[in-house]
């Protein structure tokens, strides 16, 4: 999962940061003042893809998650 924080500048004028995060399947979670801040699940490939586009759109911070995983068969939880 990645997070991008991007001026509200790239945001106002055109909808092209609309546009980016339905083409990427993103989410726009937050529209503060000054910035959108957009979250993107996928393979690293997809999010360095999306931070590319958005650089010069405005990016102003960028935080990316390590790999998550949940096993698919059943597995007891154990609690103390």
């Known amino acids: 999962m990645a997070l991008y924080?991007?001026?509200?500048?790239?945001?106002?004028?055109?909808?092209?940061?609309?546009?980016?995060?339905?083409e990427h399947h993103a989410r726009i979670i937050a529209v503060e003042p000054e910035f959108i801040l957009i979250e993107k699940s996928g393979h690293e490939w997809e999010i360095s893809e999306l931070m590319e586009?958005?650089?010069?759109?405005?990016?102003?911070?960028?935080?990316?998650?390590?790999?998550?995983?949940?096993?698919?068969?059943?597995?007891?939880l154990e609690m103390e």
């Open 53 to 76: 586009k958005l650089r010069p759109l405005g990016l102003l911070h960028f935080a990316r998650s390590g790999r998550v995983a949940i096993p698919r068969t059943h597995v007891p």
């Open 5 to 22: 924080k991007v001026s509200i500048g790239a945001f106002l004028p055109t909808q092209s940061i609309e546009q980016l995060v339905r």
